[in-house]
């Protein structure tokens, strides 16, 4: 006869126990499986959507056009009737081709495409200074129909590529919301809004690769990159973060071919938002100025200055009674830090001093001969007669006094030479007149018309200085130069 199980309660104490545990668990899992498939249930999928549509009335596409003077075609003699000038592309009314007017200029259209963001409800919009450059025409349409609203200009900066433009369409528009571009970071999702290829309003997705980028398209850089795709007719539009803030204006790609490959650059909101303030207050963008001509500290500067790394920027020049004069910085210190930020590199340093308003105190951290100093400088404003150099064109001169080492003739500068080269009257040293090609000189980058200041920190006012102290030179040559781009030191490597 088979026996019945023992009932829960004549278990013994240990093994109910366990099986009340077991129980439970299959409970709570069964439990957790439930909410599990309920919570998947009732949560939306994933999209962007609910932005898109919060920031797409934001941004507009600008039309622009200009008049440019084209050269009329000339045809080949007989060949000049209506039906031919059609073939070969030519109005059958306009003058040009085999008579009447060959070879004569006439003005085009010449028709541009860009985007915009509206910034503020009465009609304030950013954009980049090269949508609108030279434009005769303007016209805005917003994303919400195909009408078109004259815009005026109220402002450009060419130095950062940003333009301020403003339409009145008689009702509030759509301003987007400002973002903070300094918390943007890499790794942070992206979206991209514009009119490329005037093909309707678009969105892309994509990542910030980067940040603080300079890449030589304005004079003062600090954009963000992005692999979010950017085309022609994306300039000027809107770089936005996955909350639907604006944080960067699209500016330029990074593409052999002119389509997108992955590399697009943005000006981060918080410079564009300075140069759009300064523009609409004053009408004009006011720069803080230091007073300093400066170059990056490369692997080969930071051996010869025995610096411990190649952060920072390296004083070239210090401008005559200018702010960093007064505050005694000299030509050869290397700037570490403003105001307790640290100083990458010298595009870092010129955005900083840029974005600081003139007669504010700051403090610069400088390394000289290996030591640290602490040095504090007030700003000026920065203006073109304070210290920019000029773009001068010069030719090969003649006068040879001697040949150095490096692969270079000297020259003593005398006042034809200057006149000739363009050489400030301040400036002392030898005169660069010839290259040997192959040389330790042309593989430095050192060009004829060029002078050389210093030879490894000492000062020499002629060829024949310049000559001795580099024979002297045991290896690698420390110069410091005047050039067309300023006031440089360069470095000439031993020969191997």
């Known amino acids: 006869m088979s026996q019945r199980p023992p009932s829960p309660s004549l278990l013994r104490p240990a093994r109910r126990a366990r099986w009340l545990v077991a129980v439970l668990a299959l409970a709570l899992w069964a439990g957790a499986q439930a909410s599990m498939v309920a919570a998947d249930l009732a949560a939306p999928l994933l999209s962007f959507a609910p932005v898109v549509k919060q920031v797409a009335p934001s941004v507009v596409t600008i039309f622009t056009s200009k008049t440019v003077k084209h050269q009329a075609t000339q045809l080949p003699p007989g060949f000049d009737d209506p039906s031919m000038r059609r073939y070969f592309g030519i109005d059958p009314q306009a003058g040009g081709g085999g008579g009447g007017g060959a070879g004569q200029e006439r003005d085009l259209k010449e028709q541009g495409l860009g985007s915009g963001v509206i910034v503020s409800a009465d009609g304030i919009i950013l954009t980049n200074n090269h949508v609108v450059a030279e434009a ?80 030589g398209l304005a004079d003062y850089e600090d954009f963000l990159q992005t692999d979010a795709s950017i085309n022609p007719g994306n300039s000027g539009g809107a770089l936005v973060d ?22 697009g650059f943005a000006v981060p909101i918080n410079l564009a938002r300075n140069v759009m303030e300064s523009l609409v207050a004053k009408g004009k963008v006011v720069r803080g100025f230091l007073g300093l001509k400066i170059q990056p500290v490369t692997a080969d500067i930071a051996k010869a200055f025995s610096l411990p790394s190649e952060d ?69 404003e920065l203006s073109l007669a304070k210290g920019e150099p000029a773009d001068h064109d010069g030719s090969a001169h003649a006068h040879q006094a001697g040949r150095a080492r490096l692969g270079v003739a000297l020259s003593d500068l005398d006042v034809p030479a200057r006149e000739h080269f363009a050489v400030p009257g301040q400036i002392q040293g030898a005169l660069i007149t010839e290259v040997v090609p192959g040389s330790r000189a042309e593989n430095a980058g050192l060009k004829p018309g060029e002078v050389i200041m210093e030879v490894n920190r000492k000062p020499v006012a002629s060829a024949s200085e310049a000559v001795a102290a580099i024979g002297e030179s045991e290896g690698t040559v420390v110069l410091r130069m005047w050039t067309k781009e300023g006031i440089l030191f360069m470095v000439v490597h031993a020969p191997k």
């Open 242 to 263: 996955a909350s639907g803030k604006l944080i960067g204006i699209n500016t330029a790609i990074l593409s052999p071919s002119g389509g997108n490959l992955g590399i």
């Open 136 to 215: 005769d025409e303007l016209k805005v349409a917003l994303s919400s129909g195909n009408e078109q609203y004259e815009a005026k200009v109220i402002g450009t900066d060419p130095k950062t590529d940003i333009a301020v433009l403003r339409i009145s369409v008689g009702h509030p528009l759509p301003a987007i919301t400002l973002g903070d571009s300094a918390k943007a970071e890499v790794g942070d999702l992206v979206l991209a809004i514009g009119n490329p290829f005037n093909i309707g309003q678009t969105v892309t997705m994509g990542i910030i690769s980067a940040r603080g980028r300079g890449v």
């Open 312 to 380: 920072g920027a390296l004083v070239g020049d210090v401008v005559v009674d200018g702010p960093s004069a007064k505050a005694g910085i000299k030509s050869g210190d290397v700037v570490t830090a403003f105001n307790s930020i640290h100083i990458g590199d010298a595009r870092q340093l010129r955005l900083l001093a840029s974005q600081t308003t003139p007669g504010t105190t700051v403090a610069l951290n400088v390394m000289r001969d290996g030591k640290p100093l602490n040095v504090s400088v007030t700003l000026q």
